[in-house]
């Protein structure tokens, strides 16, 4: 009765299907389990451990040297808030006179509402507000139309990177978000890394939830495997 048991199609249906079943939840369960760790109140200190050891894989800055000069500062694309943050690290450096030259993401569409102007601001418009507000004349700041891509990052990079060629430039300061900065670097490198030109990168003061991270360092992995040429850079 066991031997028969054992070799019956129904049998082995029974323990297939339970099978099925417990392969089919393992992912339920394992998302239930890491949203578990990363809301709870007694999840603090890993969520806090994760985001530092993320941040260890996806930050890199290299300020220019104390008292070089760079031909041009580059303002990578993002968000309002993002921006912002991004154009006051530029106007820093504009104001220590390490650079005279800006330049940004030229970006279609509008913005936010002006009551002085009584309209929507054009989100370039916008730009040259917020760098005017800190104090970088609008004749300082060019605005620079990238053909869009899929990869944001890697359009920017590919784009920028033929126009410094153009301009013959030599030296160029990236200014981007803190967890973005190792994508950035590993993307312009990427086209630059034999035209003897000298990038480097710094990083606004933006913040970043756990949650941004996890995404950035998905997006770093598929820059460095499969966008790239230049896969591994040690940090």
């Known amino acids: 009765m066991i031997l028969y048991s054992i070799i019956h199609p129904r049998f082995k249906c029974r323990i297939f299907s339970k099978r099925l079943i417990f392969i089919s939840c393992s992912p339920l369960l394992i998302s239930t389990l890491i949203y578990m760790c990363l809301t709870s109140e007694s999840g603090s200190a890993f969520r806090q451990d994760l985001k530092q050891l993320i941040l260890n894989k996806i930050v890199y800055t290299n300020p220019l040297p104390c008292g070089a000069k760079a031909d041009v500062i580059y303002v990578l694309g993002g968000s309002p808030e993002s921006l912002e943050l991004k154009y006051k690290t530029a106007a820093e450096l504009f104001h220590k006179k390490v650079c005279r030259k800006i330049w940004i993401l030229s970006r279609?569409?509008?913005?936010?509402?002006?009551?002085?102007?009584?309209?929507?601001?054009?989100?370039?418009?916008?730009?040259?507000?917020?760098?005017?507000?800190?104090?970088?004349?609008?004749?300082?700041?060019?605005?620079?139309?990238?053909?869009?891509?899929?990869?944001?990052?890697?359009?920017?990079?590919?784009?920028?990177?033929?126009?410094?060629?153009?301009?013959?430039?030599?030296?160029?300061?990236?200014?981007?978000?803190?967890?973005?900065?190792?994508?950035?670097?590993?993307?312009?490198?990427?086209?630059?890394?034999?035209?003897?030109?000298?990038?480097?990168?710094?990083?606004?003061?933006?913040?970043?939830?756990?949650?941004?991270?996890?995404?950035?360092?998905?997006?770093?992995?598929?820059?460095?495997?499969?966008?790239?040429?230049?896969?591994?850079?040690?940090?």
């Open 108 to 235: 279609p569409g509008k913005t936010y509402y002006s009551d002085y102007l009584k309209r929507n601001l054009a989100n370039d418009e916008w730009s040259l507000l917020q760098l005017n507000e800190f104090g970088v004349p609008g004749e300082n700041v060019e605005a620079i139309q990238i053909k869009e891509g899929f990869f944001g990052t890697f359009s920017e990079a590919r784009g920028i990177s033929v126009l410094l060629k153009r301009r013959r430039y030599q030296d160029i300061i990236l200014i981007s978000s803190p967890y973005h900065t190792y994508r950035t670097r590993i993307s312009f490198e990427n086209f630059l890394k034999n035209q003897n030109t000298s990038i480097y990168v710094h990083a606004s003061d933006e913040r970043v939830w756990l949650r941004h991270l996890l995404v950035e360092f998905i997006k770093l992995k598929i820059y460095q495997y499969f966008l790239v040429r230049t896969n591994r850079l040690d940090t």
